[in-house]
């Protein structure tokens, strides 16, 4: 089962692309984690949150405790800047030398780079977002 990280902007359409395949984020995300903190920025991972249906979905998946429902905050959101901070730490400390991470390395900072590009959007359109996960 892959996972997939990906962006939730608040609302039903912000007009604009938001997608990001978001697999490799995933599958490094605790490199990437690692990273975060010894730049001094939030992890990536920090961003997430869920509603009842997403958690509900992401049980029936075979990725939680179903007990976790009873326990739910409601849905967290964050402005671009936020997310961009993190971002954008990540993205200068892969640029440079993005094998860091394996031989997908370039792949992960692509992935990186598109969500630059919506956090960006989100940020200028003063749109709240967060991030949620996907097992297929």
């Known amino acids: 089962m892959a996972a997939s990280m990906y962006i939730v902007v608040d609302g039903e359409d912000p007009g604009y692309d938001i997608f990001v395949n978001g697999r490799l984020l995933a599958r490094y995300q605790d490199a990437l984690e690692r990273m975060a903190i010894s730049l001094g920025v939030r ?3 920090d961003f ?25 905050l409601p849905p967290q959101w964050y402005t671009g800047r936020d997310g961009l901070q993190t971002v954008y730490a990540l993205l200068d400390a892969l640029r440079d030398e993005p094998y860091k991470l394996g031989t997908e390395g370039p792949q992960v900072l692509e992935e990186l780079e598109q969500y630059a590009k919506v956090l960006e959007k989100t940020e200028s359109r003063g749109d709240r977002w967060h991030l949620a996960v996907s097992w297929r």
Do not use: Q, V, Y
């Open 48 to 72: 997430f949150s869920a509603d009842e249906n997403a958690m509900s979905l992401l049980i029936e998946e075979g990725a939680g405790n179903p007990a976790l429902l009873d326990k739910l």
């Open 43 to 45: 992890p990536l991972i």
